[in-house]
């Protein structure tokens, strides 16, 4: 009776089954690691840029930078603010070679914010150049104004050129003294007077020193460029001559002649002169001292160039 009540129970026990599998290797995680180390180093690489930009970079480009990053702010103006962005400034070095595959070199380079001053043949050339444009469109007294102001940038143009080719000259710095400008009704005059020690032509004579010559060719090579046409009067002091043939009216006449002269041969145009008079000595320099050696001088007068705009 004990045997046959054993037997159901082992006959509902479930059957456990175990299988061992045994594998040489791990699998892999797949490819996700490759995109985040290519990130990684993407953003040292642009970090790494970003430092050694900041490092060659100027102050003007650093202060640009901040501005350009700042808190934006209400912008009325051009776009990037006054100058354009980074005020005009390039953040890339003009040391950096610029081979053709370079994206750099399909771009000209971008001008700086300040400019080189131009020298003083440039400012004459533009300034004549610039008197082409229309003005019709304007007033009479508008008219005047404009044409008032062009001439007065050409005149200070033409008397910084005159006043640097004499002081780069050794032989000629001596006589800037000897020069003066002053504005007329008529225009801007140019006085080329003698003093005790500095003649331009010899007492009584006509026959001008070659510094004289060299002095009218600086004022020639100032006013080349400039249409504006050209009076020359000649001065004597009050000493009166000797020879009743010959008198300071003969002698200033004589003396403005032989600068339209040596004008002329250094360049001017005969066409800019307007006149050629001898004042003798009704127009003293220094009215208190008739016989002042400064009294004997040489006026260029550029006149007032009044055109018809056209």
């Known amino acids: 009776m004990a045997k046959a009540n054993k037997g159901p129970e082992k006959a509902n026990q479930p059957i456990i089954v175990r299988r061992i599998i045994v594998e040489g290797h791990h699998g892999h995680h797949g490819g996700a690691w490759k995109v985040a180390y290519a990130d990684f180093v993407t953003a040292m690489m642009a970090f790494f840029l970003l430092l050694w930009l900041l490092s060659t970079s100027s102050e003007d480009v650093l202060k640009g930078l901040a501005e350009y990053f700042s808190e934006a702010v209400a912008q009325t103006g051009p776009p990037g603010g006054v100058g354009g962005t980074l005020q005009g400034l390039t953040v890339v070095p003009d040391q950096v070679p610029r081979t053709p595959s370079s994206p750099f070199a399909l771009q000209t380079s971008v001008a700086m914010r300040d400019e080189e001053p131009k020298d003083d043949e440039t400012e004459l050339a533009l300034g004549t150049a610039s008197e082409g444009a229309d003005l019709r469109h304007l007033d009479d007294a508008t008219l005047d104004r404009e044409w008032r102001r062009r001439e007065e940038k050409r005149f200070e143009a033409a008397k910084r050129a005159i006043e640097a080719a004499l002081s780069s000259s050794p032989e000629l710095e001596k006589f800037k003294e000897s020069l003066i400008f002053d504005q ?13 020690q500095t003649s331009m032509f010899p007492l009584g004579s006509d026959v001008m020193y070659p510094h ?10 100032a006013i080349a460029n400039m249409p504006n046409r050209l009076s020359i009067r000649g001065h004597t002091d009050a000493r009166p001559f000797l020879s009743g043939t010959y008198d300071n009216w003969r002698l200033s006449s004589d003396r403005a002649n032989a600068t339209r002269q040596a004008m002329i041969e250094a360049g001017l145009d005969p066409a800019r002169i307007a006149e050629v008079v001898g004042r003798a000595d ?3 320099l220094i009215a208190s001292d008739p016989n002042d050696p400064r009294n004997r001088r040489i006026s260029l007068v550029l006149l007032h160039d009044r055109r018809e705009p056209g």
């Not at 007329?184 to 005790?196: M, S, Y």
């Not at 004289?212 to 090579?221: D, E, H, Y």
Request: proline share 8%; charged share 30%; aromatic share 0%.
């Open 212 to 221: 004289t010559r060299r002095l009218l060719a600086v004022v020639v090579q």
């Open 282 to 284: 009704v127009e003293p």
């Open 184 to 196: 007329t009704p008529e225009g801007l005059r140019i006085q080329i007077v003698d003093r005790e």
